[in-house]
């Protein structure tokens, strides 16, 4: 199947600074990529639609000033936490899918923890 | 709330014994689909059914949809310790573009 990197796979960051978390499609283009929150033994939770080109699309309830996204070209969308604070600290993961194909491939996933 | 409702929510058998999930969704959906993930890991895609599709299989997978009560169930045969995992249900529209609703899953464990 196709694969999508997912960068850092850890990181422990202050609060008040910003991490960035990279999401890469290695075999395929990916117009759409997702990105998904995870707490310990929860469901994961959709926070928003990463679109190439063009400003990501917000589920209700994620602030978008804290949680940005940029989808730069066809094979990189990169998330942003900024000013993190410790209850952002969780489990992010991201998804791609080949265009016209049903299914998604998600990335190895980032455990933020904010200190 | 986004999330389907997933049960059991926890579900602890011995090795060789059949481990049924059960996944209700709320809205009406082009495809659902079963995943694993393993403690604090990324998921695995197990098997993708149609909204006009009924049952599917793959080895030792079987999923069942039932679109008139919106829900779907995952059996795995002869269970393996290596099986031990939370298993999620996750819910397509049309037009969704993959953009996936998961249900809040069902943690397997697998006993020798």
Redesign the interface.
């Known amino acids: 199947?196709a694969v999508v990197s997912?960068h850092p796979s850890r990181v422990i960051c202050k609060s008040g600074t910003s991490v960035k978390i990279e999401c890469r499609s290695l075999d395929f283009q990916a117009t759409?990529m997702?990105w998904?929150r995870q707490f310990p033994?929860?469901?994961?939770?959709?926070m928003a639609?990463s679109n190439e080109g063009s400003k990501a699309t917000y589920?209700q309830g994620v602030e978008k000033d804290k949680f940005l996204i940029n989808h730069a070209s066809l094979t990189l969308s990169t998330l942003t936490v900024t000013s993190a604070h410790p209850e952002d600290s969780s489990?992010y993961?991201c998804?791609a899918?080949i265009q016209g194909t049903?299914?998604?491939?998600?990335?190895?996933?980032t455990?933020l923890t904010v200190v | 709330s986004q999330q389907g409702e997933e049960d059991p929510q926890a579900l602890s058998i011995q090795e060789g014994e059949n481990a049924t999930m059960n996944c209700s969704y709320k809205t009406s959906i082009n495809n659902l689909q079963w995943y694993r993930q393993n403690s604090g890991r990324g998921l695995v895609h197990l098997i993708l059914i149609r909204s006009n599709e009924r049952e599917k299989h793959s080895g030792r997978l079987r999923v069942t949809l039932d679109t008139s009560k919106k829900s779907s169930s995952l059996l795995i045969t002869a269970s393996r310790a290596a099986d031990t995992a939370s298993y999620f249900c996750a819910t397509a529209r049309s037009g969704g573009y993959n953009k996936l609703i998961f249900g809040a899953g069902t943690r397997l464990a697998v006993h020798p």
């Open positions: 199947g997912q759409t997702f998904y033994k929860k469901s994961l939770m959709l639609t589920e489990f993961i998804s899918s049903n299914e998604a491939f998600f990335g190895q996933g455990r």
